[in-house]
């Protein structure tokens, strides 16, 4: 390779390590965000679970009323009933007090099934708590393991960045943009090697996507240290060890 495209080259290898040291940092920021994430869905369903818990309360406490006006009610009617003074009297209040006890059970039966409703519900709010808490320390336990990754890593990306600087001062502008646009376009992979797959044929394909090289692009590479793009892929060409090895 040229000079050229030796600087190129070497500028590609540090974008690259400079994306790998990244890779590992939001690999821990990810992971913790995830687990962000995870609290977070936690959070809602004690929320809405409250909420219902709260609604449950209410219609518990309306029936509780109710059963305790409806009792009320049949102590004034036991209490008439000692003052009628007439048999028919008497049967009737006693049916009227009858078919109001009855009424009063199954009132009474649907306050308790909504207050054990309540209880229920008490009880997946202490379990889902305990399990937020859970959560709560995990994400605590991961946001320290990216803090220190990111204080393990800080020197050397600071080299390399220097040194990726220096490389990027060493280039032309426009050879820089051209490479950004094709890095965006490959996930940061914006250079590859020409290989040359049989070593008695003069065929050469792009170790990008393995297509096919011409030979007048492998040589501008060897002789002219011209920057040479994939006819297919886009890529930025440089000559791979098997591509050189013939020239």
């Known amino acids: 390779m040229g000079s050229l495209i030796d600087k190129l080259y070497q500028y590609h290898q540090l974008t690259h390590r400079l994306y790998l040291l990244n890779q ?17 869905d936690h959070t809602r369903q004690i929320d809405e679970l409250r909420d219902k818990i709260q609604k449950a309360q209410a219609s518990a406490h309306e029936a509780e009323v109710d059963m305790k006006a409806r009792e009320a009610t049949l102590e004034k009617l036991r209490a008439q ?16 007090i009858n078919t109001f006890k009855a009424d009063g059970s199954r009132v009474e039966e649907a306050a308790l099934q909504k207050m054990a409703a309540v ?22 336990e991961l946001n320290n393991q990216a803090k220190a990754r990111e204080d393990e890593l800080a020197s050397q ?3 390399v960045e220097d040194q990726h600087k220096a490389a990027a001062a060493a280039l032309p502008r426009e050879l820089l943009g051209q490479f950004d646009r094709v890095a965006v376009a490959h996930e940061g992979e914006a250079m590859a090697p020409i290989l040359k797959p049989h070593p008695k044929r003069e065929e050469y394909i792009c170790g990008g996507c393995n297509m096919s090289v011409t030979l007048e692009q492998v040589n501008a590479l060897a002789s002219r240290d011209d920057v040479q793009n994939c006819h297919c892929c886009g890529r930025l060409l440089y000559l791979g060890e098997s591509a050189q090895l013939t020239r």
């Open 24 to 40: 590992q940092i939001d690999t821990q920021r990810r992971r913790a965000r995830l687990q962000e994430k995870k609290l977070g």
């Open 81 to 96: 009933l000692n003052t009628t003074r007439t048999n028919k009297e008497y049967s009737a209040l006693l049916r009227e």
């Open 119 to 140: 209880d229920e519900l008490k009880k997946q709010l202490v379990t889902l708590q305990q399990q937020a808490d859970v959560e709560r320390k995990r994400l605590d």
């Open 157 to 159: 990306m600071r080299e």
